[in-house]
């Protein structure tokens, strides 16, 4: 048996009230927690960086820059590097945009207002193609997720407001969002 | 080998950049990434809710009632059953009020702005004592968590504004935040 091996029973730990993967052979218990997504709306001058996603789910479908945060970084510093890993692009986070919660699948987008430092941009390993456009060119009908469109559709609402609360799941979207 | 096992094993993913926990038996990768606390700054009148922790860390110290966010609720139901569970307290959230990195310890921390219901409240399991205080009362030196001290005096400045972009970490903080 490997030091790194694990043998799993489910069970409600003490003073919990849920049930957790607990390990048989030490006292690891499996907390699972939700996930966050880091993300941006990133514009340059009047255009709006999208990525094609050259990866399920939603493989061909456009999207915002956005991923899982890793350990070890900032809130922020996630959503800089997912628009670096994502399409090559140098980013100026500029303020908090929107918290979304997702409860069917365990997630909190954290969206930010971001612009590029450069319009140099280009397709990383998880994007097929990616591109900047104006608003009006914005292929709607071929976005990948409904929070991406919740995104841009907030970020519009402004109006080149800066100074605003941060937005949150719109109205009339629970039947999206809950299991 | 009972069906619930599972044999980790150090390494890096097809298309990933970075060590992960992965089952030798199956294709389950055990991605660990930050966890979200919710938490809230709760007031009925003029007065604060505080929680002493009868839990480590921090054991005996005060705090705001906040902790990790489980599967399956939104960030605002978190942070409601945070307050239920750790001060019997019934509160309605307001608004955000701040969200805070600690990268040292992969951390994301979500606070509002609540109010409850009803002055009615009692310790939780994982509460030493519960206290309504005014803002002079606040036992500063006997506070648990930096971020609880941040969240309160970010509170505080608002000085009764209700419409304000969330807060983030305090500046000069990066020593208390990061690894």
Request: aromatic share 8%; hydrophobic share 40%.
């Amino acid at each position: 048996m490997s030091r790194e091996s694990a043998d799993f029973k489910i069970g409600i730990p003490d003073g919990d009230d849920r049930e957790r993967r607990m390990c048989q052979r030490c006292d690891f218990i499996d907390y699972v927690n939700p996930k966050i997504v880091v993300g941006s709306v990133v514009t340059w001058e009047d255009k709006i960086l999208i990525c094609k996603r050259a990866i399920e789910p939603r493989l061909g479908f456009w999207t915002l820059p956005a991923g899982f945060m890793e350990n070890g970084e900032s809130i922020e510093e996630g959503a800089a590097r997912e628009a670096r890993e994502e399409a090559c692009a140098n980013i100026e986070i500029e303020r908090l945009l929107a918290v979304y919660s997702i409860p069917r699948i365990s997630q909190v987008q954290i969206m930010f207002k971001a612009k590029l430092r450069s319009p140099d941009i280009a397709a990383g390993p998880e994007s097929q193609d990616v591109k900047l456009v104006t608003w009006d060119e914005i292929p709607w009908k071929e976005m990948a997720f409904p929070s991406a469109v919740w995104a841009l559709k907030q970020w519009h609402s402004l109006n080149g407001e800066t100074v605003h609360p941060p937005f949150g799941n719109p109205e009339g979207t629970d039947h999206m969002t809950r299991g």
